[in-house]
């Protein structure tokens, strides 16, 4: 097809040659500038689901530390109430 389509562009010398060239250009442009929104697209949608990860381990991080600051609260209640149990802490034996 861009052969028939130059041997007509020949015909009309260095101006139907220059117009090709433009022409070309302008669709070659057109289809890079469809890939880039594409691709910018395509960074936002990542970028929401990034956000949403990093609240999700934020969030799940925090719970982790209140369960443990819980936990560790109710064993030093418990050994209140039995002073002659050893405190056990799990990363000492570790």
Same mark, same amino acid.
């Given at each position: 097809?861009?052969? $028939?389509?130059? %041997?007509?562009?020949?015909?009309?010398?260095?101006?139907?040659?220059?117009?090709?060239?433009?022409?070309?250009? !302008?669709?070659?442009?057109?289809?890079?500038?469809?890939?880039? *929104?594409?691709?910018?697209? =395509?960074? !936002?949608? =990542?970028?929401?689901?990034?956000? =949403?990860?990093?609240?999700?381990?934020? $969030? %799940? *991080?925090? /719970?982790?530390?209140?369960?443990?600051?819980? =936990? !560790?609260?109710?064993?030093?209640?418990?050994?209140?109430?039995?002073?002659? /149990?050893?405190?056990?802490?799990?990363? /000492?034996?570790?």
């Amino acid at each position: 097809m861009e052969q $028939d389509l130059m %041997n007509l562009v020949t015909q009309f010398g260095a101006a139907g040659l220059i117009a090709w060239m433009w022409l070309s250009e !302008r669709r070659h442009a057109a289809k890079r500038e469809q890939q880039l *929104t594409e691709s910018h697209d =395509q960074l !936002r949608t =990542q970028r929401i689901a990034l956000d =949403q990860l990093v609240a999700l381990v934020t $969030d %799940n *991080t925090r /719970a982790v530390a209140s369960l443990e600051s819980g =936990q !560790r609260a109710l064993l030093s209640y418990l050994h209140q109430l039995q002073p002659s /149990a050893p405190l056990q802490d799990d990363r /000492a034996a570790a």
